[in-house]
C-alpha cells in the first residue's frame, strides 16, 4: 500500500533553515507528481509546493517563493522540501502528499515550529 513518511521538522529559529524529506514506497514513485502542504492551528490545509514526476516543473504558494524550494530523488523514491528565511508564520504540520488513482495519500505529517 502507498506509504508515506516525512521527516526533517523541528524547532528553529526566524531566519532558520530546515530542509524536510518524504520518504514514498508501495506505488512508482517516478509517475507522479508530489506536494507539499501545510496546517496551522485553527486553518485549513493548504498547499506549499508541488513538483512534476520528472521534476522539470515546480509551483509554489506565493507565501513560500523564493524562500522554498522542492526537489525530488527519483532513484531513492524521495522528495524534500529546502525551507530557508523561515518565519514564525511558517510554523505548521507539514504533509507529504500525492494523488493516485483518485485518491489523495498522505503521511502523519511532521512538525516546524518557528519561535525564537
Known amino acids: 500500500q502507498v506509504q508515506l513518511v516525512e521527516s526533517g521538522g523541528g524547532l528553529v529559529q526566524p531566519g532558520g533553515s530546515l530542509r524536510l524529506s518524504c520518504a514514498a514506497s508501495?506505488?512508482?514513485?517516478?509517475?507522479?507528481?508530489m506536494s507539499w502542504y501545510r496546517q496551522a492551528p485553527g486553518k485549513e490545509r493548504e498547499l506549499v509546493a508541488l513538483?512534476?514526476?520528472?521534476?522539470?516543473?515546480?509551483n509554489y504558494a506565493d507565501s513560500v517563493k523564493g524562500r522554498f524550494t522542492i526537489s525530488r530523488d527519483n532513484g531513492k523514491n524521495t522528495v524534500y522540501l529546502q525551507m530557508n528565511n523561515l518565519k514564525p508564520e511558517d510554523t505548521a504540520v507539514y504533509y507529504c502528499?500525492?494523488?493516485?488513482?483518485?485518491?489523495?495519500?498522505w503521511g502523519q505529517g511532521t512538525q516546524v515550529t518557528v519561535s525564537s
Open positions: 508501495g506505488f512508482a514513485f517516478r509517475w507522479y507528481a
Open positions: 513538483i512534476t514526476n520528472t521534476g522539470g516543473s515546480t
Open positions: 502528499n500525492v494523488q493516485r488513482t483518485g485518491s489523495n495519500y
